[in-house]
Every structure is written in C-alpha cells, then in structure tokens.
Nanobody, 124 residues
C-alpha cells in the first residue's frame, strides 16, 4: 500500500522560507518521478515542481521558478521542496505525488497516488 506523508508546512510571513518534506512508502521510490502540486481555496490543483527518479532532472512552474528547489533522497524515500521568498499567493495545501510512466508531468491526472497534503499559509 502506497503512503505519502507531507510535512513542513505552517504559517510564515511574506519573504520567509519553508522546507516541505514528503516521505513515501510502499513503492520503489527511485523508479518514480515525484511531483509537488498545490491547491488554494476555490482553485484547482496546480503543478509546482517535479524531480526525476534519479534526481537528475527538475521541473518548475513559472510562478515558483527561482524561488523553489525540489530535491530527493532516494535512500530515505523522501522528496523535498524548499520554498524561499514566499508570497501570500503561495498560500495553499501542498501535495506530493509519484508518477511512474511517461506523460504530461504538469497534469495532476497523470499521477498515481496522493498524500493528505500540508498547509502553507503566507501572511502579508
């Protein structure tokens, strides 16, 4: 049974930083691209970042490019999202998700499993 547990969210002032973590179990972690998505109240879930199974390739949404860094530790089955220079519009529930096969990595429908998410709130 695949489990994904996100953590590291919280309340932070604009301009601050957070490091989100996602611990995965029940899958061969290194075989999966891992994505980060977020969903703000009243909005659809949107792509934030992704990292290939080896960690050699990373992908970012334009809205976070230059402020976010995605990384992974395959020995710990964990993926991270470092977010800097946070803005109020970054407020959302952040989710990680694994993706096994080729396809549109920017589309949440292509991902296989989802965790419960972690809330990030950025105050102005």
């Amino acid at each position: 049974q695949v489990q994904l547990v996100e953590s590291g969210g919280g309340l932070v002032q604009a301009g601050g930083s957070l490091r989100l973590s996602c611990a995965a179990s029940g899958l061969t972690f290194s075989r999966y691209l891992m994505g980060w998505f977020r969903q703000a109240p009243g909005k659809e879930r949107e792509f934030v970042a992704a990292i290939s199974g080896s960690g050699g390739s990373t992908y970012y949404a334009d809205s976070v490019k230059g402020r976010a860094t995605v990384s992974r530790d395959n020995a710990k089955n964990t993926v991270y999202l470092q977010m800097n220079s946070l803005k109020p519009e970054d407020t959302a529930v952040y989710y990680c998700a694994p993706k096994r096969y080729a396809g549109n990595l920017y589309y949440d429908g292509q991902y296989d499993y989802w965790g419960q998410g972690t809330q990030v709130t950025v105050s102005s």
